[in-house]
């Protein structure tokens, strides 16, 4: 698609979620221009874009925008239940797409979503930019360069702060999905992304224990899965952190070689390695590097390619993500993951 340089031609359909990532990253670029606004829910308030933006042209819905703008890509970021639609309507106008995850709340859904996107040969991505944090790109270096020898285990952990309230469709399992779906993908993409491996097997429980105005948003969950490499890989996740803590979320992987082991704190900005030699610490990293520009340049012209390995990795942990949450619904282990979007299927 675009190349550095070029301009860079964005719209978005929607106002919550984690839109605000890519576009912190996209405003950076002087190519990249905002041209076009919709709302993903009837009545949706686009004011903070529209004073953000006030260039591009705002429209009464996505259907008119999708007609008539014709961007390098949509970012569609609103409430969860929306965005499957959203981007197959997106896709079938021969448009690539950047969702918030996960790209869908049923495997019915996520099947007629990918179809849409085979069928018109663009690609649809979820907002899933945690690869390029610091810490634990470092720790994939690591990783990659042999110290701890061949990766055996993984733990990973997201804890969040969440206060006891009423809020809306976040409170409905219907129009949320679930936390694993919500959050726990985060943690297999941390997972994904250090074993270099998909997911195979997994079991799940979860629960909501301290926040009843909330009764459809679960909050403790953990996943115990298997790797189609043989490794074997945990999750915990909780809306459990304390309104005192330092920092809304904290963002934990502990990798396990047969040679040694690492642990990377990305909101404590931490990496230790445990190895032959001892204990090291490292705090000091590379800037953290654009992630969104470059995926968005990297996009094939619509209509000229398959799926992207990004684009399967979307899907990928996005099925995970949802048979997690059957899996914990049903009390039952889930053995078989693959999907028409896994390259070993």
Not at 119 to 127: D, G, I, P, S, V
Not at 243 to 265: C, K
Request: hydrophobic residues 40%; proline residues 6%; glycine residues 8%.
């Amino acid at each position: 698609m675009n190349r550095k340089n070029e301009t860079m031609n964005i719209a978005i359909i929607g106002n919550w979620g984690h839109h605000v990532c890519v576009l912190e990253e996209t405003d950076l670029v002087p190519e990249a221009r905002v041209v076009g606004l919709a709302p993903g829910i009837e009545g949706e308030d686009l004011g903070s874009l529209q004073k953000a933006y006030p260039d591009a042209v705002t429209f009464g819905d996505h259907h008119a925008m999708l007609a008539e703008s014709r961007p390098d890509v949509i970012l569609i970021s609103t409430r969860l239940d929306r965005i499957a639609p959203l981007a197959i309507d997106t896709a079938n106008a021969g448009l690539h797409s950047i969702c918030e995850k996960p790209l869908a709340l049923t495997h019915e859904n996520l099947r007629a979503l990918w179809d849409a996107v085979v069928a018109n040969r663009t690609q649809c991505l979820a907002m899933l930019s945690s690869r390029k944090q610091s810490v634990l790109a470092a720790a994939k270096a690591l990783v990659e360069s042999g110290r701890i020898g061949t990766v055996q285990l993984l733990n990973a952990r997201k804890s969040y702060k969440c206060p006891d309230a009423p809020t809306g469709w976040l409170g409905r399992r219907e129009t949320y999905g679930g936390t694993i779906p919500w959050v726990g993908i985060h943690a297999l993409d941390f997972i994904a992304f250090a074993a270099g491996s998909p997911f195979r097997s997994v079991s799940a429980f979860h629960a909501n224990v301290a926040h009843p105005l909330q009764p459809g948003r679960e909050d403790i969950c953990t996943m115990n899965l298997q790797l189609a490499n043989g490794a074997l890989a945990t999750a915990s996740i909780d809306y459990l952190r304390p309104q005192s803590a330092p920092s809304h979320g904290d963002d934990w992987l502990r990798i396990v070689g047969t040679e040694g082991s690492v642990e990377a704190a990305m909101e404590r900005n931490s990496l230790t390695v445990f190895d032959a030699d001892g204990v090291h610490e490292i705090t000091e990293f590379a800037p953290r590097a654009p992630y969104f520009p470059d995926l968005i340049r990297s996009m094939p012209k619509p209509g000229s390619a398959g799926p992207t390995a990004e684009t399967r990795q979307s899907f990928a942990l996005t099925h995970t993500a949802l048979c997690a949450r059957d899996a914990a619904d049903t009390c039952q282990t889930i053995n078989d993951l693959r999907g028409p979007w896994d390259d070993l299927h």
